[in-house]
Nanobody, 121 residues
Framework: QLQLVESGGGLVQPGGSLRLSCAASGFTSNYYNIGWFRQAPGKEREEVSCISGHGLGIYYVDSVRGRFTISRDNAKNTVYLQMNNLKPEDTANYFC??????????????WGGGTLVTVSS
């Protein structure tokens, strides 16, 4: 069964860093586009960063460009989101999603359960 499991969230001070991991099982992730999304309390889910199956296509939302870096290790079936210079407005539940066709879309087929990131002093 295809599963995505996020990890790496936590509490961090403004300016700090976290690395989120999205571990895939039940499928070969390099055939799938992977996206990171987030949802803050009272707000809609939004795309944060996405990477294509072959890794050549990468997207960042403007608010995180230059601070976040997405990468994938297909040998480990894992996609990472390195988050630097975190801001309070980055506080949200972060989800990863996978789809063999859709790229960076809320309609992606497979979703993990999320990992909470809290940026606060």
């Amino acid at each position: 069964q295809l599963q995505l499991v996020e990890s790496g969230g936590g509490l961090v001070q403004p300016g700090g860093s976290l690395r989120l991991s999205c571990a895939a099982s039940g499928f070969t992730s390099n055939y799938y586009n992977i996206g990171w999304f987030r949802q803050a309390p009272g707000k809609e889910r939004e795309e944060v960063s996405c990477i294509s199956g072959h890794g050549l296509g990468i997207y960042y939302v403007d608010s995180v460009r230059g601070r976040f870096t997405i990468s994938r290790d297909n040998a480990k079936n894992t996609v990472y989101l390195q988050m630097n210079n975190l801001k309070p407005e980055d506080t949200a539940n972060y989800f990863c999603a996978a789809d063999s066709a859709l790229y960076c879309s809320l309609a992606m087929r497979y979703w993990g359960g999320g990992t909470l990131v809290t940026v606060s002093s």
